[in-house]
């Protein structure tokens, strides 16, 4: 994307203008590089200008290639330029001209931005001895975090081509107020103070921004402004202050301007410079406006080199990581941290290093409720995928323990994916004392249990084998040594097989007796029936008739064989519903071959002659 005349892939252009000068028109512009959106803005003009000043290079071209060469923190950003047909297309990072919101800054961010804007001047006079010559509201960019941004660099030069006939032809086009009528005479003096054209251009601005503002809204604003009235009206170059003298005034030296310049300055200071400035920086940020501290200095304190920080993780982070809530001490609310923290973590969390993550998703539970639940689908939640096949357990470790976080939010299919099942039951005793008594006593006579279903049952088998041995007149047969049934269920069961094998001779009798018995079983067990209807909770619908568990009568050994009981009781109670399944085997037609005598003969068999019926004697030897 650095090189010359290569236009970005995948650019889409917004068709709404946001600003027209003379020089060129501005738009939107994004870039879609697979799941990421990448805001530009894009300046486009034609090629060729008919002044005889632009012949060389257009305004456009050249602003453009100023912005490849300087490049600084404070310096609009260069991306790409290209042309197509007959324009001429320049894309820099995302940003708006200053004049479009200027009306509802305050002071003090007027005070952060005019900072800015002296940096780069500084460093376009201290390092690249080059002059702006044209500083003004217009060149003036702001960025979507409100950080103002040098641009207008179509009148740059170099101190060797700073002439004045170079001033003289642009003047023309030149930010009037920003001229000083005696250019001419204080080229004169150039050798001695090259920066003169910046300093006249820069104190003027300030004159324009700040002329309405109220003195006790920023320290020291009276002084700067009387400073810089005076710089203008001094008609000497050399007595006019440099752009070092006006970094350095109590206006740009105050305790909000300090935080902030040592904050971007951050990667130049020590170790022992980081270590005091961040051990008292809670204390210091406490004071200020909670609404300025956020809106300006937000992204730099969740910047890559304070997350890195021992010292900030220890003093600082605490409070600026976690929204205030409860009546905790943290620096800012949860709107103010929603609206100006949480997006800078949306981007953090794209960084692919392994201290930032933890750190990360140490405080992930405190803030994950300032993410919209979009946001943590499609930007947090790839990472955290991506972060749990790492090989650094730390990192594996907390990666799913946030995951578990994002369930309840999310969903465990939208977590884990795949599909699920319930492979789990719940196993815990419901409480039955919920319930009205009224309501209680309803279901206990409409629904029957399965467990309690063997015990009435078993009752009532009982109950039946205790009248079928009281009304018998069958002697009592002695218990054989090791009987193991001790029921009375039993006890009927051996005095059937013993009458079945004694009393073989009144068959008859013992037969219509044992009719008799039986109708007599069965009107005792319908009682019975009828007064456990009143006590059992089960329904007639529902239960079973207690006559088909009558103790059954063993009177042949055989039947206790579990082929001859499974075959009589398929054969009587149930249906075979394989029956049709069956296979049919039918016998083949068998063909009689009649049997015939075969001769063997062979060549080596030894015919016996001597054959009788007799075998061998005793005399055999």
């Not at 402004?225 to 105050?254: G, M, S, Y």
């Not at 059937?496 to 005792?524: K, P, R």
């Amino acid at each position: 994307m650095g090189n010359d005349h290569s236009q970005i892939p995948g650019l889409e252009i917004d068709e709404r203008v946001v600003e027209v000068s003379d020089f060129w028109s501005q738009q939107s512009a994004t870039v879609q590089d697979g799941e990421h959106v990448t805001k530009l803005s894009l300046f486009s003009s034609d090629l060729f200008f008919n002044d005889p000043f632009w012949v060389p290079q257009t305004p456009l071209k050249k602003f453009s290639k100023n912005l490849m060469i300087y490049r600084h923190p404070s310096i609009v950003r260069y991306v790409s330029s290209w042309q197509k047909a007959c324009k001429f297309y320049l894309a820099v990072e995302e940003v708006i001209p200053l004049s479009h919101i200027i009306a509802h800054m305050s002071t003090m961010e007027i005070c952060l931005g005019l900072y800015s804007i002296l940096k780069a001047l500084c460093f376009l006079h201290e390092t690249a001895h080059s002059s702006h010559n044209n500083l003004c509201l217009a060149s003036i960019f702001v960025t979507k975090d409100s950080s103002w941004k040098l641009g207008g660099m179509e009148y740059l030069c170099p101190y060797k081509t700073l002439t004045a006939e170079y001033l003289q032809k642009s003047k023309n086009y030149r930010y009037n107020k920003a001229v000083d009528t005696n250019e001419d005479k204080n080229l004169l003096h150039s050798n001695e103070r090259m920066d003169f054209v910046d300093v006249f251009a820069f104190c003027t601005l300030v004159g324009e921004l700040i002329k309405s503002k109220h003195d006790n809204e920023v320290p020291y604003l009276a002084s700067f402004k009387a400073f810089c009235t005076q710089a203008v009206q001094e008609p000497r170059i050399v007595q006019r202050p440099r752009l070092r003298n006006l970094l350095e005034h109590d206006f740009f030296n105050h305790t909000f301007i300090k935080i902030y310049s040592f904050l971007i300055e951050l990667p130049l200071k020590s170790d022992n410079e980081k270590t005091e400035f961040f051990a008292g920086l809670k204390e210091e940020l406490q004071i200020l406006d909670e609404k300025l501290v956020v809106s300006q200095l937000g992204r730099l304190l969740v910047s890559r080199m304070v997350l890195l920080n021992k010292i900030a993780r220890n003093c600082l982070l605490p409070y600026v990581m976690i929204p205030k809530k409860d009546g905790n001490d943290a620096l800012f609310s949860e709107e103010l941290f929603k609206l100006h923290i949480a997006p800078k973590l949306l981007n953090v969390f794209r960084v692919r290093d392994a201290e930032i993550r933890i750190l990360l998703l140490k405080y992930f539970p405190h803030f994950m409720h300032c993410f919209s639940q979009n946001e943590l689908q499609c930007h947090i939640l790839p990472e955290l995928l991506v972060a749990i096949k790492d090989t650094n357990n730390d990192l594996v470790s907390a990666t799913l323990h946030t995951l578990a976080e994002l369930v309840p939010i999310l969903g465990a299919d939208i977590v884990i994916g795949g599909k699920r099942a319930k492979l789990f039951n719940d196993g815990k005793p419901k409480n039955h004392h919920s319930f009205s008594s009224k309501k209680s006593i309803t279901i206990h006579q409409n629904v029957q249990k399965a467990e309690d279903l063997p015990l009435q049952l078993e009752n009532v088998l009982i109950h039946t084998s205790e009248l079928e041995n009281s009304n018998s007149d069958l002697p009592e047969r002695p218990r054989p040594d090791g009987e193991e049934g001790e029921t009375s269920t039993d006890e009927v069961e051996q005095s059937g097989e013993e009458d079945a094998i004694d009393d073989n001779d009144n068959w008859e009798d013992w037969d219509n007796e044992q009719m008799s018995q039986a109708d007599i079983n069965n009107q005792d067990i319908q009682d019975s029936q009828t007064s456990e209807k009143s006590k059992s909770p089960i329904n007639e619908k529902d239960g079973l008739s207690s006559s088909n568990y009558r103790s059954k009568k063993i009177l042949d050994i055989t039947e206790l064989d579990i082929k001859n009981q499974t075959k009589r009781h398929m054969e009587q109670n149930e249906i075979d519903f394989f029956e049709d399944m069956e296979p049919v085997i039918k016998k083949e037609n068998k063909f009689l071959i009649n049997q015939k005598d075969y001769a063997f003969s062979s060549k080596l068999s030894a015919k016996n002659e001597d054959e009788h019926g007799d075998g061998w004697g005793d005399e055999w030897d």
